[in-house]
């Protein structure tokens, strides 16, 4: 069995294509079908209610445009809105970013002492401590939102002495808990992590959930007989839809991404209710 559509891949914005990318590099004869909704963002500060409304609307816009599966990118959304998705389509698989990321971290830490750097929402919403505990309930979990890290990092300040500061004043409190491993919690901070490794140190393994959810996906459609058998030139490549064009969009994407890539703009606000 193999199945040619392509995967879904949702964010707030220009952070999950740290996830395109790498479910790329895990499956490349897949084709993705990627939003960003980036005339909503950032969902970092945004309520609960208000998070869970627009991943819906996200959702059914993908559905509508025929994916056969749908990666929530991102961890806000995989936060607070994953167990609340109607999926009309009630065979269409959909999968978070933290679970997984939860999973490769309660495997990699030695000591048992693990730190969350993530958005304001999503420490608020415990995730990640809740998925460690349920995995390895004797976890020593330390979490540290970092609300000024996004936006340096679209500002393309990756390894400016300005981040390192604000980078350094975020993790040192975690750092004081001699913790051995480090969630990046939110799928712009691996774009910083040699930043970060070098703050925290060889000791401390970075985890990156976008790495770990391509991995899930990965296992996840092989089980399901939905990945694609081939690349099909017929069929297009990788298409990218955005709420809200911008150039600065296109600057940070190819940051992201290490190349250009063409944006369709769309408008999703009748998808579902307000």
């Given at each position: 069995m193999s199945d040619p559509r392509p995967i879904g891949v949702f964010d707030s914005g220009v952070g999950g294509l740290t996830v395109a990318a790498a479910l790329k590099r895990r499956l490349p004869r897949e084709r993705l079908l990627y939003l960003g909704d980036t005339a909503r963002l950032p969902y970092g500060t945004k309520s609960a209610a208000t998070v869970r409304r627009y991943t819906q609307v996200n959702l059914e816009f993908l559905e509508q445009r025929g994916v056969k599966a749908v990666v929530v990118a991102c961890n806000t959304a995989s936060a607070l809105a994953l167990d609340g998705l109607d999926c009309r389509a009630a065979a269409l698989p959909v999968w978070g970013v933290i679970?997984?990321?939860?999973?490769?971290?309660?495997?990699?830490?030695?000591?048992?002492?693990?730190?969350v750097i993530a958005t304001e929402s999503t420490i608020s919403s415990d995730a990640y401590g809740i998925a460690l505990r349920r995995i390895a309930p004797g976890l020593g979990i330390w979490s540290q939102p970092c609300p000024l890290l996004v936006p340096l990092i679209e500002e393309g300040w990756l390894d400016d002495p300005v981040t390192a500061e604000v980078a350094r004043r975020y993790l040192d409190p975690l750092l004081t808990h001699d913790i051995d491993t480090l969630v990046l919690g939110c799928t712009h901070y691996p774009l910083l992590a040699p930043l970060i490794s070098r703050i925290a140190g060889e000791r401390v393994a970075l985890v990156d959930s976008a790495d770990a959810a391509s991995d899930q996906v990965a296992t996840e459609l092989a089980h399901r007989g939905l990945l694609a058998a081939a690349a099909d030139p017929s069929?297009?490549?990788?298409?990218?839809?955005v709420t809200d064009a911008s150039r600065r969009f296109e600057r940070i994407a190819g940051d992201?991404?290490?190349?250009?890539?063409?944006l369709e703009l769309v408008d999703i606000g009748n998808s579902a209710a307000d």
């Open positions: 679970a997984p990321g939860a999973v490769r971290a309660a495997a990699a830490t030695r000591n048992g002492r693990v730190g069929a297009g490549g990788d298409h990218y839809c992201f991404l290490g190349r250009e890539i063409t």
